[in-house]
């Protein structure tokens, strides 16, 4: 038996969309296959429902399902093209911080996803090990590189 009834499922799949539209935007740079990203993390989230035991795991294994289908859709394409007018889409991210996340976009996607999980999602290191399937000591790794060529950056 689920932890979780369809119709809190319907309320936190609604509450954590923009999350991951925000993930699979950073691993994809393309709008359409973000969305597509989503769309798909939804369906599989829901026909797995069964296998959550924990409701406070919820918005985790949500994110892990999210970044799995947008790293599969990304394998799949072999171009990337840029997103345009971003801002219209992450109206979240229309603020004085909107150029630092433009430079978050522009890292590798290694750096960039395991950013936008810790400063933007605010996960711990051990979550974002879960969510990627990657070791702690790649994430702090990786978050090292990605914060130090931000600085490289800015400076």
Do not use: C
């Amino acid at each position: 038996m689920s932890a979780i009834s369809n119709e809190t499922f319907a309320r936190l799949v609604q509450e954590y969309m923009p999350n991951q539209y925000r993930l699979a935007l950073g691993i994809l740079h393309n709008r359409n296959d973000a969305e597509d990203a989503v769309s798909a993390s939804i369906l599989k989230a829901y026909e797995k429902l069964h296998t959550l035991r924990k409701r406070e795991r919820f918005q985790a294994w949500i994110m892990q399902i999210t970044a799995n289908e947008a790293k599969r859709i990304y394998a799949g394409n072999k171009r990337l093209s840029p997103v345009e007018n971003m801002e219209d889409y992450m109206p979240s991210f229309r603020d004085e911080y909107h150029e630092l996340w433009d430079m978050v976009m522009e890292l590798d996607i290694a750096y960039r996803e395991v950013i936008i999980l810790y400063f933007y999602e605010r996960f711990s290191i051990k979550e974002i090990g879960d969510i990627l399937h990657i070791a702690e000591g790649t994430v702090k790794s990786r978050l090292f590189r990605g914060k130090k060529q931000l600085k490289e950056w800015l400076s």
